[in-house]
């Protein structure tokens, strides 16, 4: 009897502390309580190999609806997945997919901890809108917004939950490919910009299902490599880092961003992915960020190649040092840090940050709550290349349309009784108005112009290449091979052009000419086009100039002969229909440019916020001594901020009325044409004199307006210390009394303005 008293005592025992553990497990699962409770308690069950695999990204590696990799680089990919030693994966995609692997992750490691899943979502995931580029070119953040927020459902859909977008970087150089991806020029433009597509990509609450999370890239100054030349050094002052390069990231932050990436150049001699002034003293500890930093590609390993780093190993110690949460696919962490830490060369708690910041953004996506939400078949097939989406991208593609010129008034075109020649490779293309950073959309899946300009059936439409302007098949990874030497089909091409009313000739860059890793050193139009060009107007002078390309191009020629010349840059999915309708004056052209176009590639860098030389102007007429080219004007043919209507628009009455510390000024805008547009109101000023220098001109608002012919709006803009005011070179942000100079009009050349002064 004693015994089997004693034996259900320890049963009863047993069951308590089974009861107790079982209760306890729940705890970091349990939703009534927050996040930062569960992540605690998660934490505390986790070994240090099991944080370090949290801070550890790998690529796709293996066909999962296939066998398990059973040697080589995947097999101990596929290794670490099942040991928990993997916190993200990228370039999985796809609700199947995606599925296989979180269920790996959750159902075969000890603690079940799902992954986050990242994927280059730059500007659209099947169905593509503009480059962003091209985005910025609308000024239109509402509908920018909306993008991002496409892009976030179709991704979402495929399983996808993290975007390494947005790239926020600034840049006035067009020889650097990657400024296709971003907003272009102005620090105030890019700022508002990276807010809207933050907010686009992440909504206000990150546990819905079609919300992903996004990213601010790249921390910091990559936009500024030295030559244009991508990947290259980068050295720029502590003024311009505060005030021009810094503001964009402070805007995604404010906008409740919570990832960043890394960049693969150097500042001040440190590469940044082991620059513990950007990650650690300005990101987390000045701007209070609280989510977590990635490397970019092999970020870290690249450190060694930089020579900043002797070995692997040094490299992850410097990294996560400095601030550097994830590693993405350098294997430095998750094959160094457990060795840093027990030689005591790394701090523990540098793991825990980094691995806290890590789990709170799961935990905030809902991944533990529903690891497979982001895994519906149903949801997937229903949301891809749906009509809302496909509506957003038209929408978007016509915003993004700038009128650069428009003598004679050629657009919009007639919609009957015209004989139209279309010519150009580009015009059938159906792949490169994709653009570049397209790695899910499928190839020829673009409206092409033809086929845009086929809605249009009064016309009679007459189609001739030309000349080919890619050789072979471009793709992601390759140079891109441009015909130089087959003229083949321009005798076809001036024939057809000889006997047409209007002469459309679509030309410029393949979509993959720009992009990562496409720097240029010549900004014309490539390989044959310029001739092809130059040999029609020989023929027919009537011609429209329709562009697209992924960067600024000097269009010296093109400008002081072609009568029309309309920028279309990389539309996307819609880009023949968007084109279509702004031809045929379906929709008003109302973009206007974020990056200036130079008159010369020897002009780059090139910017319209520039600053004042000791020698600004020419002080006599046989006096040479002052900054300028002998060959070539100082000012951009085409400056940032410039735009076209097919109406026009007057500016007049510009007062500025002073209440407490804020400034508040109106003016009036007037429609003057013939029919209803869209014009976007540019508020400029000058601080004439400071401790730091000024810009001669700097963006602080605009205001798009429509207006109906004849009618005529005030628009309004208060300028207040945020917009008075810059950071000095400590990084302290100051109002300074002085002079200030007000510019207001319809591009950055400015004619309209006055001035006030604050006193001390």
């Known amino acids: 009897m004693k015994n089997f008293i004693k034996l259900i005592s320890t049963f009863l025992v047993l069951l308590s502390v089974f009861s107790c553990q079982e209760k306890d497990q729940l705890i970091y699962k349990n939703q009534e309580l927050s996040i930062d409770e569960r ?64 269920k790996i ?39 920018i917004k909306k993008s991002a927020e496409m892009a976030a459902l179709e991704a979402s859909a495929v399983g996808i939950n993290w975007t390494f977008a947005p790239m926020v970087d600034v840049s006035r150089d067009a020889r650097w490919g990657r400024v296709m991806e971003g907003a272009g020029e102005d620090t105030y433009l890019g700022s508002k910009i990276a807010y809207a597509r933050v907010k686009g990509f992440q909504g206000d609450d990150l546990s819905k299902e079609n919300t992903i999370v996004a990213c601010a890239k790249h921390f910091a100054g990559y936009g500024f490599a030295e030559s244009g030349r991508d990947y290259n050094t980068v050295d720029v002052g502590t003024s311009t880092l505060y005030n021009i390069i810094f503001p964009p990231f402070q805007a995604s932050i404010d906008a409740g961003v919570k990832t960043f990436m890394n960049s693969f150049n150097e500042l001040n001699g440190v590469p940044a992915t082991g620059n513990k002034f950007l990650q650690r003293d300005v990101l987390k500890r000045d701007w209070n960020f609280d989510g977590f930093v990635v490397s970019d590609w092999g970020s ?34 998750v094959d160094e840090l457990t060795k840093l830490v027990k030689e005591g060369k790394v701090k523990e708690a540098l793991i825990d940050d980094a691995t806290k910041r890590i789990l709170k953004v799961k935990f905030e996506l809902g991944l533990f709550d529903d690891p497979y939400k982001y895994c519906n078949k149903e949801r997937e097939e229903k949301v891809l290349g749906s009509k809302e989406v496909m509506d957003a991208s038209l929408d978007m593609a016509k915003k993004s349309i700038v009128l650069l010129k428009n003598n004679r008034n050629i657009l919009p075109l007639k919609k009957e009784g015209q004989n139209i020649a279309v010519i150009g490779a580009l015009a059938s293309d159906k792949t490169s108005p994709l653009g570049s950073w397209r790695i899910a959309a499928k190839d020829s899946t673009a409206v092409s112009v033809l086929e845009g300009l086929s809605a249009y059936k009064q ?37 057809v052009a000889k006997n047409a009313d209007v002469v459309i000739m679509v030309l410029g860059e393949h979509g993959f000419q720009s992009g990562e890793g496409r720097s240029r050193t010549e900004l014309g139009l490539p390989g044959l086009q310029q001739e092809l060009l130059e040999e029609v107007y020989k023929v027919n002078s009537n ?47 109302s973009g206007k ?105 700097e963006l602080k608002g605009f205001e798009m307006v429509s207006l109906l012919p004849n009618e005529e709006k005030t628009i309004k803009f208060t300028l207040s210390d945020k917009e008075l005011g810059f950071y000095n070179n400590q990084g302290n942000f100051v109002v300074e009394p002085g002079k200030f100079k007000v510019f207001i009009g319809g591009s950055s050349k400015t004619v309209i303005e006055t001035s006030f002064e604050i006193y001390e």
């Open 39 to 102: 992540v605690d308690d998660l934490m505390s069950r986790m070994t240090l190999e099991e944080k370090i695999g949290q801070m550890n990204q790998y690529n796709g590696f293996w066909n999962v609806t296939g066998p398990s990799p059973i040697q080589g680089d995947a097999a101990k990919k596929y290794k670490d997945l099942r040991k928990g030693y993997v916190g993200s994966m990228l370039n999985v995609r796809g609700v199947d997919e995606v599925k296989a692997v979180q």
């Open 105 to 143: 992750a959750v159902e075969e490691t000890r603690l079940g901890i799902p992954l986050i899943i990242g994927f280059d979502v730059i500007h659209g995931y099947e169905t593509l809108s503009p480059i962003p580029l091209a985005e910025a070119a609308s000024w239109d953040l509402k509908a």
């Open 300 to 333: 870290i390993a690249e450190m060694i190649a930089h020579g900043h780093a002797k070995n692997l190993n040094h490299a992850a110690e410097i990294a996560i040092n400095a601030g550097s949460d994830m590693d993405m696919e350098s294997y430095a962490y």
């Open 459 to 495: 016309n009679k439409i007459t189609y001739a290449k030309g000349t080919e302007l890619v050789l072979g098949t471009p793709d992601f990874t390759t140079e891109v091979k441009i015909n130089t030497t087959d003229r083949s089909g321009f005798a076809e091409a001036k024939s």
């Open 543 to 589: 011609i429209v100039l329709v562009l697209n390309n992924g960067r600024p191009l000097t269009l010296g020629w093109a400008d002081a002969h072609i009568p029309s010349i309309l920028e279309c840059w990389q539309l996307g999915t819609q880009s023949g229909n968007a084109i279509a309708q702004v031809l045929y004056g379906d929709y008003n052209p």
């Open 593 to 697: 440019l974020p990056m200036s176009f130079p008159r010369n590639v020897g002009q780059l860098p090139l910017y319209y916020n520039y600053k004042n030389t000791g020698r600004p102007t020419l002080p006599g007429k046989d006096i040479v001594f002052w900054s300028h080219y002998q060959d070539e004007k100082n000012s951009a043919l085409y400056p940032f901020g410039h735009g076209l209507s097919y109406t026009q628009f007057a500016y007049e009455n510009l007062k500025v009325k002073q209440e407490g510390d804020k400034f508040f000024v109106k003016i009036d805008v007037k429609n003057i044409g013939k029919v209803k547009g869209k014009e976007v109101v540019q508020i400029y000023i000058q601080d004439v004199f400071a401790s730091v220098t000024r810009p001669v001109k």
